[in-house]
Protein backbone atom coordinates (compact mmCIF):
# COMPACT_ATOMS: atom_id res chain seq x y z
CA UNK A 1 0.00 0.00 0.00
CA UNK A 2 1.18 3.46 -0.91
CA UNK A 3 1.73 5.85 1.88
CA UNK A 4 1.61 10.05 2.48
CA UNK A 5 4.11 10.03 5.42
CA UNK A 6 7.06 9.33 6.74
CA UNK A 7 6.56 7.61 9.80
CA UNK A 8 8.68 4.99 10.54
CA UNK A 9 5.85 2.88 11.54
CA UNK A 10 4.07 0.46 8.53
CA UNK A 11 0.50 1.17 7.83
CA UNK A 12 -1.98 -1.28 9.79
CA UNK A 13 -4.06 -2.48 6.85
CA UNK A 14 -8.22 -2.63 7.06
CA UNK A 15 -9.19 -6.14 6.00
CA UNK A 16 -12.31 -7.51 5.49
CA UNK A 17 -13.56 -11.59 6.08
CA UNK A 18 -17.00 -10.68 4.52
CA UNK A 19 -18.14 -13.58 1.85
CA UNK A 20 -20.42 -14.06 -0.92
CA UNK A 21 -22.11 -16.70 0.31
CA UNK A 22 -22.82 -15.71 3.97
CA UNK A 23 -24.25 -12.34 2.63
CA UNK A 24 -26.29 -13.74 -0.15
CA UNK A 25 -28.30 -15.84 2.68
CA UNK A 26 -28.72 -12.37 4.60
CA UNK A 27 -29.59 -10.77 1.49
CA UNK A 28 -32.26 -12.79 0.31
CA UNK A 29 -34.35 -13.25 3.72
CA UNK A 30 -34.41 -9.48 3.86
CA UNK A 31 -35.41 -8.88 0.44
CA UNK A 32 -38.16 -11.30 0.90
CA UNK A 33 -39.32 -10.23 4.52
CA UNK A 34 -39.60 -6.78 3.08
CA UNK A 35 -41.75 -7.20 0.79
CA UNK A 36 -43.88 -9.70 2.41
CA UNK A 37 -44.11 -6.51 5.60
CA UNK A 38 -44.89 -3.92 2.68
CA UNK A 39 -41.56 -2.76 3.28
CA UNK A 40 -41.48 -2.24 7.10
CA UNK A 41 -39.04 -5.00 7.53
CA UNK A 42 -36.64 -2.99 5.63
CA UNK A 43 -35.15 -1.22 8.68
CA UNK A 44 -34.47 -4.30 10.02
CA UNK A 45 -32.45 -5.62 7.29
CA UNK A 46 -30.76 -2.78 7.21
CA UNK A 47 -29.50 -3.62 10.67
CA UNK A 48 -28.81 -6.84 9.67
CA UNK A 49 -26.59 -5.58 6.84
CA UNK A 50 -24.66 -3.24 8.46
CA UNK A 51 -23.88 -5.83 11.36
CA UNK A 52 -22.44 -8.03 8.73
CA UNK A 53 -20.23 -5.38 7.09
CA UNK A 54 -18.99 -3.74 9.90
CA UNK A 55 -17.92 -7.06 11.94
CA UNK A 56 -15.92 -8.28 8.86
CA UNK A 57 -14.35 -4.98 8.92
CA UNK A 58 -10.82 -4.95 10.60
CA UNK A 59 -8.17 -3.42 11.97
CA UNK A 60 -5.00 -5.02 14.06
CA UNK A 61 -7.13 -7.79 14.44
CA UNK A 62 -10.17 -6.19 16.24
CA UNK A 63 -13.98 -5.69 14.16
CA UNK A 64 -15.79 -2.81 14.06
CA UNK A 65 -19.69 -2.99 14.92
CA UNK A 66 -22.91 -1.79 14.55
CA UNK A 67 -25.76 -0.70 17.15
CA UNK A 68 -28.76 0.95 14.97
CA UNK A 69 -32.17 0.71 16.67
CA UNK A 70 -34.43 -0.41 13.62
CA UNK A 71 -36.99 1.38 15.38
CA UNK A 72 -35.37 4.62 14.71
CA UNK A 73 -34.82 3.88 11.62
CA UNK A 74 -38.03 2.88 10.62
CA UNK A 75 -39.23 6.36 12.08
CA UNK A 76 -36.62 8.06 9.65
CA UNK A 77 -38.09 5.70 6.74
CA UNK A 78 -41.80 6.96 7.23
CA UNK A 79 -41.08 10.62 7.82
CA UNK A 80 -38.47 10.51 4.37
CA UNK A 81 -41.40 8.81 2.78
CA UNK A 82 -44.03 11.60 4.00
CA UNK A 83 -41.85 13.81 2.95
CA UNK A 84 -41.38 12.28 -0.79
CA UNK A 85 -45.04 12.04 -0.66
CA UNK A 86 -45.87 15.27 0.42
CA UNK A 87 -43.50 16.68 -2.22
CA UNK A 88 -45.07 14.62 -4.92
CA UNK A 89 -48.78 15.69 -4.28
CA UNK A 90 -48.03 19.28 -3.84
CA UNK A 91 -46.94 19.45 -7.44
CA UNK A 92 -49.71 17.57 -8.58
CA UNK A 93 -52.03 20.26 -6.70
CA UNK A 94 -50.52 23.38 -8.11
CA UNK A 95 -46.89 24.57 -9.25
CA UNK A 96 -46.83 26.72 -6.41
CA UNK A 97 -47.58 24.46 -3.79
CA UNK A 98 -45.00 22.73 -5.25
CA UNK A 99 -42.43 25.09 -4.97
CA UNK A 100 -43.56 26.19 -1.24
CA UNK A 101 -43.08 22.48 -0.74
CA UNK A 102 -39.63 21.92 -2.37
CA UNK A 103 -38.28 25.17 -0.07
CA UNK A 104 -39.51 23.92 3.50
CA UNK A 105 -37.96 20.32 2.65
CA UNK A 106 -34.88 22.24 1.81
CA UNK A 107 -34.82 24.21 4.73
CA UNK A 108 -35.67 21.03 6.79
CA UNK A 109 -32.98 18.80 5.15
CA UNK A 110 -29.76 19.46 6.62
CA UNK A 111 -31.06 19.05 9.53
CA UNK A 112 -32.29 16.10 8.75
CA UNK A 113 -29.07 15.22 7.37
CA UNK A 114 -26.91 16.30 11.11
CA UNK A 115 -29.18 13.77 13.05
CA UNK A 116 -28.45 11.01 10.73
CA UNK A 117 -24.94 11.44 11.20
CA UNK A 118 -25.02 11.67 14.15
CA UNK A 119 -27.10 8.59 14.67
CA UNK A 120 -24.65 6.71 12.10
CA UNK A 121 -21.12 7.51 14.05
CA UNK A 122 -23.10 7.21 17.59
CA UNK A 123 -24.20 3.44 16.71
CA UNK A 124 -20.61 2.61 15.45
CA UNK A 125 -18.03 1.14 17.61
CA UNK A 126 -14.50 -0.10 17.69
CA UNK A 127 -13.27 -2.02 20.24
CA UNK A 128 -16.28 -1.30 22.05
CA UNK A 129 -15.58 2.22 21.83
CA UNK A 130 -18.27 4.26 19.84
CA UNK A 131 -17.61 6.95 17.24
CA UNK A 132 -19.71 10.25 17.47
CA UNK A 133 -20.43 13.23 14.98
CA UNK A 134 -20.22 16.66 17.40
CA UNK A 135 -21.09 18.64 14.03
CA UNK A 136 -23.63 21.83 14.59
CA UNK A 137 -26.61 22.34 12.49
CA UNK A 138 -25.59 25.74 11.97
CA UNK A 139 -22.55 24.18 10.15
CA UNK A 140 -24.47 21.54 8.41
CA UNK A 141 -27.07 24.26 6.77
CA UNK A 142 -23.86 25.92 5.65
CA UNK A 143 -22.75 22.59 4.30
CA UNK A 144 -25.78 21.40 2.79
CA UNK A 145 -27.66 24.20 1.88
CA UNK A 146 -26.07 27.30 1.73
CA UNK A 147 -22.86 25.90 -0.95
CA UNK A 148 -25.22 23.80 -2.76
CA UNK A 149 -27.36 26.47 -3.54
CA UNK A 150 -24.41 28.39 -4.12
CA UNK A 151 -23.31 25.89 -6.63
CA UNK A 152 -25.99 26.68 -8.73
CA UNK A 153 -26.43 30.11 -9.07
CA UNK A 154 -22.29 29.91 -9.79
CA UNK A 155 -23.27 27.29 -13.04
CA UNK A 156 -21.80 24.72 -10.45
CA UNK A 157 -18.40 26.61 -10.75
CA UNK A 158 -18.26 26.46 -7.26
CA UNK A 159 -19.66 22.79 -6.68
CA UNK A 160 -15.92 21.70 -5.87
CA UNK A 161 -15.90 23.89 -3.28
CA UNK A 162 -18.96 22.82 -1.94
CA UNK A 163 -18.50 19.11 -2.47
CA UNK A 164 -14.86 20.01 -0.27
CA UNK A 165 -16.89 21.84 2.37
CA UNK A 166 -19.03 18.72 2.85
CA UNK A 167 -16.19 16.32 3.21
CA UNK A 168 -14.76 18.77 5.57
CA UNK A 169 -17.78 18.93 7.86
CA UNK A 170 -18.22 15.35 7.70
CA UNK A 171 -14.87 13.87 8.36
CA UNK A 172 -13.43 16.96 10.90
CA UNK A 173 -16.32 17.06 13.08
CA UNK A 174 -16.44 13.34 13.62
CA UNK A 175 -14.41 11.42 16.69
CA UNK A 176 -13.46 8.31 18.47
CA UNK A 177 -13.74 8.67 21.75
CA UNK A 178 -12.35 11.40 22.98
CA UNK A 179 -10.06 11.74 19.94
CA UNK A 180 -11.30 14.18 16.89
CA UNK A 181 -10.71 12.98 13.38
CA UNK A 182 -9.58 16.00 10.98
CA UNK A 183 -9.69 16.67 7.30
CA UNK A 184 -6.71 18.48 4.97
CA UNK A 185 -7.67 18.64 1.65
CA UNK A 186 -7.97 21.94 0.33
CA UNK A 187 -10.47 23.44 -2.26
CA UNK A 188 -7.59 22.96 -4.82
CA UNK A 189 -7.42 19.52 -4.94
CA UNK A 190 -11.06 19.07 -5.32
CA UNK A 191 -11.16 21.55 -8.28
CA UNK A 192 -8.00 19.78 -9.68
CA UNK A 193 -9.90 16.39 -9.68
CA UNK A 194 -13.24 17.82 -11.43
CA UNK A 195 -11.05 19.09 -14.16
CA UNK A 196 -9.42 15.59 -14.77
CA UNK A 197 -13.62 14.75 -14.93
CA UNK A 198 -14.39 17.45 -16.90
CA UNK A 199 -12.10 16.47 -19.33
CA UNK A 200 -12.86 12.49 -19.10
CA UNK A 201 -16.31 13.96 -19.84
CA UNK A 202 -15.54 15.57 -23.15
CA UNK A 203 -13.45 12.82 -23.74
CA UNK A 204 -16.44 11.05 -23.74
CA UNK A 205 -18.27 13.71 -25.92
CA UNK A 206 -15.52 14.19 -28.49
CA UNK A 207 -14.78 10.39 -29.65
CA UNK A 208 -17.86 9.55 -31.19
CA UNK A 209 -17.54 13.18 -33.05
CA UNK A 210 -14.30 12.19 -34.27
CA UNK A 211 -15.61 8.63 -35.49
CA UNK A 212 -18.03 10.42 -37.23
CA UNK A 213 -16.16 12.78 -38.87
CA UNK A 214 -13.38 10.23 -39.69
CA UNK A 215 -16.34 7.73 -41.75
CA UNK A 216 -18.17 10.86 -43.13
CA UNK A 217 -16.79 10.08 -46.61
CA UNK A 218 -17.14 6.33 -46.24
CA UNK A 219 -21.09 7.16 -44.79
CA UNK A 220 -21.54 9.17 -47.94
CA UNK A 221 -20.34 6.35 -50.43
CA UNK A 222 -22.65 3.72 -48.93
CA UNK A 223 -25.45 6.10 -49.16
CA UNK A 224 -24.85 7.12 -52.65
CA UNK A 225 -24.39 3.21 -53.98
CA UNK A 226 -26.68 2.27 -56.23
CA UNK A 227 -29.30 -0.15 -55.59
CA UNK A 228 -29.08 1.14 -51.81
CA UNK A 229 -33.00 0.90 -50.61
CA UNK A 230 -34.45 3.37 -48.29
CA UNK A 231 -35.14 0.35 -45.76
CA UNK A 232 -31.14 -0.52 -45.61
CA UNK A 233 -30.42 3.29 -45.88
CA UNK A 234 -33.14 3.61 -42.47
CA UNK A 235 -31.08 0.00 -41.02
CA UNK A 236 -27.69 1.44 -41.53
CA UNK A 237 -28.56 4.88 -39.39
CA UNK A 238 -29.98 3.06 -36.89
CA UNK A 239 -27.03 0.53 -36.77
CA UNK A 240 -24.89 3.66 -36.36
CA UNK A 241 -26.88 4.73 -33.92
CA UNK A 242 -26.91 2.70 -31.58
CA UNK A 243 -23.29 1.99 -32.27
CA UNK A 244 -22.37 5.93 -30.66
CA UNK A 245 -24.70 4.98 -27.82
CA UNK A 246 -22.73 2.09 -26.76
CA UNK A 247 -19.35 3.92 -27.45
CA UNK A 248 -21.06 6.69 -25.04
CA UNK A 249 -22.29 4.28 -21.99
CA UNK A 250 -19.21 2.17 -22.58
CA UNK A 251 -17.02 5.62 -22.37
CA UNK A 252 -18.77 6.81 -19.06
CA UNK A 253 -19.02 3.62 -17.67
CA UNK A 254 -14.89 4.01 -17.71
CA UNK A 255 -15.43 7.49 -15.99
CA UNK A 256 -17.52 6.23 -13.13
CA UNK A 257 -14.93 4.10 -11.66
CA UNK A 258 -12.43 6.62 -12.36
CA UNK A 259 -14.25 9.26 -10.21
CA UNK A 260 -15.08 7.20 -7.19
CA UNK A 261 -11.39 6.11 -7.11
CA UNK A 262 -9.91 9.00 -6.72
CA UNK A 263 -11.95 10.72 -4.71
CA UNK A 264 -11.94 8.00 -2.06
CA UNK A 265 -8.16 8.25 -2.13
CA UNK A 266 -8.27 12.31 -1.85
CA UNK A 267 -10.73 11.80 0.88
CA UNK A 268 -8.97 9.14 3.27
CA UNK A 269 -5.53 9.94 2.22
CA UNK A 270 -6.05 13.70 4.29
CA UNK A 271 -8.00 12.31 6.96
CA UNK A 272 -6.42 12.03 10.16
CA UNK A 273 -7.56 10.86 13.78
CA UNK A 274 -5.20 12.63 15.99
CA UNK A 275 -2.18 12.27 15.25
CA UNK A 276 -2.71 9.07 12.97
CA UNK A 277 -2.65 8.90 9.12
CA UNK A 278 -5.29 7.76 7.31
CA UNK A 279 -4.25 6.40 3.91
CA UNK A 280 -6.00 5.01 0.74
CA UNK A 281 -4.57 3.41 -2.10
CA UNK A 282 -7.44 2.73 -4.69
CA UNK A 283 -6.90 2.43 -8.29
CA UNK A 284 -8.82 3.31 -11.09
CA UNK A 285 -8.27 0.29 -13.38
CA UNK A 286 -8.87 -2.22 -10.75
CA UNK A 287 -12.02 -0.72 -9.53
CA UNK A 288 -13.58 -0.41 -13.26
CA UNK A 289 -12.52 -4.32 -13.30
CA UNK A 290 -14.15 -4.89 -10.38
CA UNK A 291 -17.65 -2.22 -10.80
CA UNK A 292 -17.74 -3.57 -15.14
CA UNK A 293 -17.90 -7.53 -14.51
CA UNK A 294 -20.14 -7.06 -11.66
CA UNK A 295 -22.15 -5.24 -13.51
CA UNK A 296 -21.84 -7.98 -15.98
CA UNK A 297 -22.96 -10.66 -13.43
CA UNK A 298 -25.87 -9.07 -12.26
CA UNK A 299 -27.40 -8.97 -15.56
CA UNK A 300 -26.53 -12.43 -16.82
CA UNK A 301 -27.93 -13.48 -12.83
CA UNK A 302 -31.40 -11.46 -12.94
CA UNK A 303 -29.90 -9.36 -10.00
CA UNK A 304 -28.68 -12.58 -8.05
CA UNK A 305 -25.20 -11.85 -7.94
CA UNK A 306 -25.82 -8.46 -6.33
CA UNK A 307 -24.41 -9.52 -2.69
CA UNK A 308 -21.42 -11.08 -4.51
CA UNK A 309 -21.03 -7.87 -6.28
CA UNK A 310 -21.00 -5.44 -2.92
CA UNK A 311 -18.67 -8.04 -1.36
CA UNK A 312 -16.38 -7.81 -4.07
CA UNK A 313 -16.13 -4.19 -4.32
CA UNK A 314 -16.19 -3.85 -0.48
CA UNK A 315 -13.21 -5.91 0.19
CA UNK A 316 -11.27 -3.89 -2.17
CA UNK A 317 -12.07 -0.31 -1.10
CA UNK A 318 -11.65 -1.85 2.58
CA UNK A 319 -8.22 -3.38 2.00
CA UNK A 320 -7.08 -0.76 0.24
CA UNK A 321 -7.08 1.43 3.00
CA UNK A 322 -4.52 1.53 6.12
CA UNK A 323 -3.62 3.60 9.23
CA UNK A 324 -0.11 4.73 10.27
CA UNK A 325 0.57 4.56 13.62
CA UNK A 326 2.34 8.08 15.00
CA UNK A 327 3.19 6.43 18.49
CA UNK A 328 1.91 2.86 20.05
CA UNK A 329 -1.59 2.68 19.06
CA UNK A 330 -2.74 0.13 21.04
CA UNK A 331 -1.96 1.98 24.27
CA UNK A 332 -3.89 4.93 22.46
CA UNK A 333 -6.60 2.47 22.31
CA UNK A 334 -6.40 1.10 25.30
CA UNK A 335 -6.75 4.66 27.42
CA UNK A 336 -9.84 5.28 25.55
CA UNK A 337 -11.68 2.04 26.39
CA UNK A 338 -11.96 3.59 29.75
CA UNK A 339 -13.99 6.10 28.67
CA UNK A 340 -16.73 3.52 26.71
CA UNK A 341 -19.13 3.53 29.91
CA UNK A 342 -19.07 7.80 29.68
CA UNK A 343 -19.75 7.76 25.36
CA UNK A 344 -21.15 4.53 24.95
CA UNK A 345 -25.16 3.71 24.92
CA UNK A 346 -25.94 6.46 27.60
CA UNK A 347 -25.85 9.19 24.47
CA UNK A 348 -29.16 9.35 23.36
CA UNK A 349 -31.22 11.64 22.12
CA UNK A 350 -35.06 12.58 21.83
CA UNK A 351 -34.29 13.58 18.04
CA UNK A 352 -32.44 10.53 16.66
CA UNK A 353 -33.10 10.00 13.37
CA UNK A 354 -31.59 7.78 10.64
CA UNK A 355 -32.97 9.09 6.67
CA UNK A 356 -30.06 7.38 5.28
CA UNK A 357 -30.70 3.77 3.04
Known amino acids: MTTLDSSDQPPASFGFSGKGGEYFRIWIVNI ?3 ILTLG ?15 QNTSLLGSHFDYHGD ?3 ILKGRVVAFALLLAYNLSFKASPTLGLITFALLAVVMPWLIVRSLKFK ?5 YRGLRF ?20 VFSLYLLAPLAHQNIKKYQHSRSWFGNTQFSFDAGPGKFYLLYLKLLGLALLALIVPIAIIVALKSHLAAFYSMPGITPEQRQGMGVLIGFGFIGIYLLLF ?12 NLVWNHT ?7 VSDVHARKMLWIMLTNLIGVILTLGLYKPFADIRLTRYRIENM ?5 GDLDQVLADHEQDVSATGEGATDLFDIDISF
Open 32 to 34: ALT
Open 40 to 54: IYSAWAKVRRLKYFY
Open 70 to 72: PKI
Open 121 to 125: LRNSS
Open 132 to 151: SFRGTTGEGYFAYLFMPILA
Open 253 to 264: VFIGPWFAARLQ
Open 272 to 278: RLGEHQL
Open 322 to 326: GLIPH
